[in-house]
């Protein structure tokens, strides 16, 4: 899949899957491509990676077609610019709350490479020569724009930055969410769903993607898509290896007579 595929399918409102890759290891990439993924997420906000890191796996994800969608640390459109330039196919801006961060991230994203006082006026509804428009629209089918829904302001404000154009999707941020709405790591509470619903309803009828990231069960997971969501960032590659061990650790120890404990359910939260 190709980034413009990503974002037609995401608008079309194809469910597309995808999964948290902490590990910059160079074995990394050639195991994740044969897991049906359709895009994978790189985080940068709480994951200490550096720019020639992130550069290196962008560049190889999107070899692979894999479209890397990377979060930047704040919704920031210098810093989206330059994980763009290191081969990002998209950004994802954390913690938005108004229309205005996303028309600053939209000058960053999807009218590229304007700058300056001829940016401005393109954001405030001025318009270009043709030829730049022409190049510059078929530039930002190629890349994605993100923004996380993780607070009652940002549900708040739902309506307008949603009608920002060029918004590509919206990614629910859960456990930011539920801080924010006053009931933590509550995946099952009521008010969490309800506010998932909205976020994906209100998407969806806008005519972009609807997303979140989880790390749940499969239950769980299903329960999204059939509130609406058609992005689905399924867990880490960090949470799924510990899952994973600690459970087959312990089946050895179980079958060796070890008297092992029951594995623990508690998984890391990025």
């Known amino acids: 899949m190709t980034a413009s595929q990503l974002a037609t399918a995401l608008h079309d409102g194809r469910p597309v899957f995808g999964t948290l890759i902490v590990s910059p290891s160079p074995r990394w990439p050639d195991t994740v491509k044969g897991c049906g993924l359709d895009f994978v997420f790189i985080d940068t906000e709480h994951i200490a990676l550096d720019r020639e890191q992130l550069s290196w796996m962008c560049q190889t994800y999107t070899a692979l077609g894999l479209p890397p969608i990377v979060r930047i640390p704040s919704p920031d459109p210098y810093t989206a610019t330059m994980v763009l330039d290191g081969g990002a196919a998209g950004i994802i801006a954390p913690y938005v709350e108004s229309a205005a961060q996303v028309q600053a991230l939209r000058g960053a994203v999807k009218v590229r490479p304007l700058k300056g006082r001829k940016l401005d006026a393109i954001l405030n509804g001025g318009t270009c020569e043709p030829e730049l428009q ?19 302001p940002a549900i708040a404000a739902l309506d307008e930055i949603i009608a920002v154009p060029g918004l590509d999707a919206v990614l629910i941020g859960p456990h930011d969410l539920t801080c924010s709405l006053g009931i933590p790591e509550q995946y099952d509470h009521p008010d969490f769903l309800a506010a998932c619903e909205t976020i994906f309803s209100k998407a969806r009828a806008a005519g972009i993607g609807a997303g979140i990231h989880f790390w749940g069960s499969v239950e769980q997971h299903a329960r999204f898509l059939k509130l609406g969501a058609n992005m689905l960032i399924h867990s880490a590659d960090i949470s799924l290896f510990q899952k994973h061990l600690r459970l087959e650790l312990a089946a050895v120890k179980q079958a060796a007579g070890l008297n092992a404990s029951p594995a623990e359910t508690s998984t890391v939260t990025i």
């Open 134 to 152: 022409t190049y510059m629209d078929a530039g930002a089918q190629n890349r994605l724009l993100i923004v996380n829904i993780e607070s009652v």
